[in-house]
């Protein structure tokens, strides 16, 4: 059988081995360190952002981000209902209830409007939301002028998820700078990787020195332990946020290979009228860190499941579309504010591989297994 083809896979820049053996060399095995420092330094002037925590997880991130604001028990968290579990999950850590807003058919991010009326409906029942968690989903920015305008007009403040979307900008503004806080991920499949990782992002340095504390166990100023908060073990390792200084010295490499690969499909698949990309609009600049596609009815029978299984024989990994966090089951009893366009994404969707590292030679298989079961 062929070699696997994986739909994004971590992809080493060169000079990661080199902040790494530093680590080793200077016995700076132990969490925190010198890469961290720097990491932290080097991100936040790439980004424009006034800080930078970096962190074990996205995860971690976002459960921090909801920490600061204040957000527990009893109170409500808007949250886009079409993304990844990971944005969702922790808002109920914290005992809070989550409020799913459906997406719109641009950028297929929370819908503006259906936001406005979430929120004038929650004030209406006595209980005014706490946060909004914005997600840029597969790289593409949300409808980042339309939201932030609504936050401000209720007062109501945005959790950037930017996880998908380091290297996303909109009017030119990195994506992750734009909320009270940004979250990232540096998960092994992201456009770039410390293994496991993520960062908090904030122009509000009291915040991110507050998510560095929260996620070093909440030590007080004291020469013995001692905690006056609750706290976490959350925060990178030395040597992970080496291995993130190299990666993040090819971050515009790979955006620009990853924008390569939706033009690769948008050129092999432009002559079936039943295949759409997600598009990019107007201001918005898209890391494309997954490529997808939405496949309509057609008389052939074909669908995103047939493809993905025609896809999987010859070795070849595509993903469906996220399913929406009020179609899953754990969710499910959670208010949300629907409009269709995210369960019918899930149903008529699939990401198909898009990786920075794919070759020549993987460009072909993947256009021929295309071509093969869509042709059909």
């Known amino acids: 059988m062929n070699s696997k083809i994986w739909l994004s896979s971590p992809h080493m820049g060169g000079s990661e081995m080199k902040y790494v053996q530093e680590a080793y060399d200077s016995n700076w095995v132990a969490p925190l360190g010198p890469n961290v420092n720097e990491f932290e330094k080097e991100l936040a002037g790439k980004l424009g952002a006034e800080g930078v925590a970096a962190l074990s997880s996205g995860t971690s991130a976002i459960h921090l981000a909801l920490i600061i604001l204040g957000i527990t028990r009893g109170d409500e968290v808007l949250c886009s209902s079409f993304t990844f579990s990971a944005t969702a999950n922790p808002i109920v850590y914290q005992g809070a209830t989550p409020v799913f807003v459906d997406s719109e058919k641009d950028t297929w991010n929370m819908d503006p409007e259906l936001l406005e009326t979430a929120i004038k409906d929650r004030i209406k029942m006595g209980n005014k939301p706490k946060a909004i968690i914005m997600v840029h989903l597969y790289g593409m920015p949300a409808k980042i002028k339309e939201i932030t305008e609504i936050s401000y007009r209720y007062e ?8 998908e979307a380091l290297g996303s900008t909109y009017d030119s503004k990195y994506c992750g700078t734009f909320g009270s806080l940004g ?23 009291n915040f991110v020195e507050k998510a560095r504390f929260l996620s070093t166990q909440a030590r007080d100023k004291a020469p013995h332990y001692q905690h006056s908060e609750i706290g976490y073990n959350y925060r990178m390792s030395n040597i992970l946020a080496g291995i993130g200084r190299g990666q993040l010295e090819v971050l515009d490499d790979r955006v620009a290979k990853r924008r390569r690969n939706n033009l690769f499909y948008r050129n092999v698949l432009k002559n079936f009228d039943i295949i759409s990309f997600q598009d990019e609009p107007e201001r918005h600049f898209s890391n494309y860190w997954l490529t997808a596609i939405t496949i309509e009815a057609n008389e052939s029978g074909l669908t995103c499941e047939s493809l993905r299984h025609g896809m999987d024989a010859e070795n070849i990994e595509t993903r469906p579309l996220w399913k929406p966090m009020h179609l899953q089951p754990v969710f499910k009893t959670y208010p949300s504010y629907l409009n269709g366009v995210s369960e019918e994404l899930f149903n008529k969707g699939i990401c198909l591989p898009s990786g920075s590292n794919l070759t020549d ?5 993947i256009s021929n297994c295309l071509l093969k079961n869509i042709a059909i």
Not at 184 to 196: A, P, R, W
């Open 183 to 205: 979250i990232l991920s540096f998960n092994g499949n992201k456009i770039i990787t410390t293994s496991g990782g993520g960062a908090l992002v904030s122009d509000n340095l």
């Open 156 to 163: 109501i403040p945005i959790i950037e998820d930017a996880a």
């Open 361 to 365: 030679q993987d460009f072909e298989r």
